[in-house]
């Protein structure tokens, strides 16, 4: 039987705390996606486009 969950990535779990100014700001920026992802999604999406635009990442 398959397991259920998200599936093994490269990479490392962070724990981050934000002011409560950054969270609304967040959830106001997933509520203008269609498909509305998670806090965790928009946040990677955020810092992988502030990466690079600073040549830190690649396309």
């Known amino acids: 039987m398959a397991k259920m969950g998200r ?3 490269d990479g490392e779990n962070i724990m981050l705390r934000l002011p409560t100014e950054m969270i609304v700001a967040i959830d106001e920026l997933r509520k203008q996606s269609d498909e509305l992802p998670t806090r965790q999604e928009i ?3 955020a810092l992988a486009d ?7 990442l690649g396309a």
């Open 50 to 56: 502030y990466l690079r635009a600073r040549g830190m």
């Open 7 to 9: 599936p093994k990535v």
């Open 43 to 45: 946040v990677r999406r």
